[in-house]
C-alpha cells in the first residue's frame, strides 16, 4: 500500500514539474512578443540612400507603411529609401502592434566644389536643424566655419564632412589656380607693318592652366577684340576689352588694348602738315621720326613734312609701337 502510494506522489510530482514548465515557456512566450522592437527608431538617410528596418522579437508578417512617401518609401521588406529632403515616420504593423521610426533626409547643397585661393563657398545641409558640425580633412586646403562657409586656403584637395544625428554627409572640395600666360596684351588694329615685339600684331594666343577642366572663352567687347574657343584673340577696333576664360566656375582675365594710329599711310608735300593721333588710349604717346630729314613730329603727333623721301613716324605707348608710313613729294 505504502508502495503505491509512493508512486502515486511521484506521478503528482511529474505532472506538476510538467505544468510548470508549460506555464514557464507560456510566460516566455509573452514576455517575447512584449519586446518586439525595431532595429531603429530614429534615422537620418542621405538624399539617394537607403537603410533597412528589422523587426526584432517576433516572426509574425510585418506590414510597412511611409507616412510622406515623398520624402521616403518603404519596400515590403523594411528597405527605406530617402526620396526628397526632409522627414517622415516608417510605420511597421506586427499583430495588435504598431511600431515607429522617425526618418530625416539630408542634402548637401553641393557635392563637388571647385575654388581658387582665397575663394568662399556656402555649404548648407538641407534638411537638418541647427545641430550640425562641420570640419575639414586638410586645413591647410580648405577651413569650414561653424555654420559651413568653406574658406580656400591652398591648392590640393580636402573633404568637409557635416555631422547630423550621427550621420556624416560630405563634400568634396578642389581648390585650383585658374591662370592665364597673359594677364594683359596690347594689339593693333589694322596694322600694315609687321614688329617683332612680343605680344604685339593684330592677334594674341591665350592659354590657361591650372585645370583639366573646359576652358570656355567670352570677351566684353566683341567691337574691340574677339576670341574663339582656343582662346586666339583678334583685335577689331580699337579700345579695352577684357577676355575671360571660365573653367568649373573659376575665372582668369586677360585685359587687352587695342591701338590704331588715326594713318597708316601718308603722303604730303614738302611743307605740309598732318596731325596722327593713337585710337584706343588715353596713355601718354612719345613720338618721334626715324628720319627727321624727311619728316619730323613734334609731341602732338604734327607731322611735317621737310624733303622729299619715305620716314617712318613712331607712336610708343608704354613699351608698344605704332607707325605711320610718311611718304614726302
Known sequence: MKKRLRYIAYALTGLALFAAILITKEKISAQAAGKVYLNETDLTLELGHYRTLKVNGTSQKVTWKSANTKAAT????????????????IYAYVGDKTLTCKVTIVQMNKKDITLAPKGT??????????????????????T????????AVGK?????????????????????ELTLNHESAVLEYDGKFSLTRDGFGNVIKLSASGTKDK?????????????????????????TAIIT????GLKATCEVNVLKISKNELTLKKGETYSLNVLGTDSDINWFSNKNSVATVDENGLVTAKAPGTAKIIAEVGDKLVRCIVTVK
Open 74 to 89: 518603404v519596400t515590403s521588406g523594411g528597405k527605406v529609401t530617402a526620396m526628397g529632403w526632409g522627414s517622415t515616420k
Open 121 to 142: 563657398y556656402q555649404l548648407t545641409l538641407w534638411g537638418a536643424d541647427k545641430n550640425v558640425t562641420w570640419k575639414s580633412s586638410n586645413t591647410k586646403v580648405a
Open 144 to 151: 569650414v566655419s561653424d555654420d559651413g562657409l568653406v574658406t
Open 156 to 176: 590640393g584637395s580636402a573633404t568637409i564632412t557635416a555631422t547630423f544625428n550621427g550621420k556624416n554627409i560630405t563634400s568634396n572640395v578642389n581648390v585650383i
Open 215 to 239: 576652358v570656355t572663352w567670352t570677351t566684353s567687347d566683341k567691337k574691340v577684340a574677339d576670341v574663339d574657343s582656343n582662346g586666339k584673340v583678334t583685335a577689331k577696333g580699337p579700345g
Open 245 to 248: 576664360a571660365t573653367a568649373n
